[in-house]
């Protein structure tokens, strides 16, 4: 009887505290916790606790690792099947989310939310240590290791390690040799732009022979 509510959109059992309303008794118990902050869904391995049992279910694939979710077109697997769901607009180049100032669109809500920033000037990811802030969280996660001297990103071919995945990405070219970034007033190539950008600086000097002698130190150093 309960489950023909569903389809008649009859809703009995009404919130106390607000408008809403459900067809089922269990949906109206799960609602109520967002009044009372109850959290009866506790991790036998962390102080996380949940609502919703469906909550604890994705919590616990933090620990066990597990990513059910995988994308039918690449390697992508996920915990979280929202996250597969923006993950697959990557494919089909869908770009529901667009920007009200400008041209900007985004496969994701949470990439909108980040570009808006640009738009605003909000910076809320301050430093303690410094006035650094940042409008991505995961800039001032990069900037702290500043401080605190850690390099993660460690490079599988020498003892190269890294504060920033950016940084490693263009050490790991000095191993397979690709140089992407190519003049276009000769035929040099570097690993890394900032090196195509000290030769562009002297081509545009107009000397040769300062070009010649930093392509050479630039090559010293990728030996």
Same mark, same amino acid.
């Given at each position: 009887?309960? @489950? /023909? ?13 607000? +408008?809403?309303?459900?067809? /089922? ?33 994705? @919590? ?21 099947? +929202?996250?597969? $769901? ?23 809500? +949470? ?77 040099? +190539? ?28 630039? /090559?010293? $150093?990728?030996?």
């Amino acid at each position: 009887m309960d @489950h /023909l509510k569903t389809h008649t959109g009859e809703k009995p059992f009404k919130c106390p505290d607000c +408008s809403y309303a459900a067809a /089922l008794k269990s949906s109206l118990i799960k609602h109520l916790r967002t009044h009372t902050g109850e959290k009866p869904f506790k991790c036998p391995d962390c102080s996380y606790a949940a609502a919703l049992k469906s909550s604890l279910i994705k @919590h616990l694939r933090t620990h066990t690792g597990e990513k059910p979710f995988i994308c039918p077109d690449c390697s992508y697997a996920t915990a979280v099947k +929202s996250n597969l $769901k923006n993950h697959l607009k990557t494919h089909t180049g869908e770009k529901p989310f667009k920007c009200l100032d400008c041209s900007y669109s985004a496969a994701q809500k +949470s990439c909108l939310n980040i570009h808006r920033k640009t738009h605003t000037g909000e910076k809320p990811f301050k430093c303690p240590d410094c006035s650094f802030a940042a409008a991505q969280k995961s800039n001032l996660m990069d900037h702290l290791r500043t401080h605190t001297g850690e390099k993660p990103f460690k490079c599988p071919d020498c003892s190269f390690a890294a504060a920033q995945k950016s940084t490693l990405k263009d050490h790991l070219k000095t191993h397979t040799g690709e140089k992407p970034f190519k003049c276009s007033d000769c035929s040099y +190539s570097a690993a890394q732009k900032s090196n195509l950008m000290i030769i562009r600086k002297h081509t545009q000097e107009k000397n040769c022979s300062n070009v010649r002698i930093v392509h050479m130190r630039l /090559l010293e $150093k990728t030996l």
